[in-house]
Nanobody, 129 residues
Framework: QVQLVESGGGLVQAGDSLRLSCAASGRTTSPYVMAWFRQAPGKEREFVAAITPGGGTTYYGEPMMGRFTISRDSAVNMVYLQMNSLKAEDTAVYYC??????????????????????WGQGTQVTVSS
């Protein structure tokens, strides 16, 4: 079992930056692809970014490219999402997730939610325009 706890959400203005954190605990010795998803009110959960177990490769959803950066510090079991140039449409609950699948397989399956075994409770990000 892996437990994931997100933090760092809040209310910011358009153009501001915010960094989300995800703390992993439990059976973290297994290699997991770590990812961020988000869900806005009335919308489906959307892929934001992912990072391979070694941290060498990252993936991003198209609306986030160039503005968001995912990183991880495996020594302390943390995953981060740096969000810059925030827009009102970035408003959502942001979730951290972990998958034992290979990143290539996840990408090939469009980061299907069902392929992620562990999820955090989410952290709210609200961007005012």
């Amino acid at each position: 079992q892996v437990q994931l706890v997100e933090s760092g959400g809040g209310l910011v203005q358009a153009g501001d930056s915010l960094r989300l954190s995800c703390a992993a605990s439990g059976r973290t010795t297994s290699p997991y692809v770590m990812a961020w998803f988000r869900q806005a009110p009335g919308k489906e959960r959307e892929f934001v970014a992912a990072i391979t177990p070694g941290g060498g490769t990252t993936y991003y959803g198209e609306p986030m490219m160039g503005r968001f950066t995912i990183s991880r510090d495996s020594a302390v079991n943390m995953v981060y999402l740096q969000m810059n140039s925030l827009k009102a449409e970035d408003t959502a609950v942001y979730y951290c997730a972990a998958s034992p699948q290979y990143a290539g397989q996840l990408a090939g399956r469009n980061w299907a939610l069902r392929l992620f075994t562990y999820w955090g409770q989410g952290t709210q990000v609200t961007v005012s325009s």
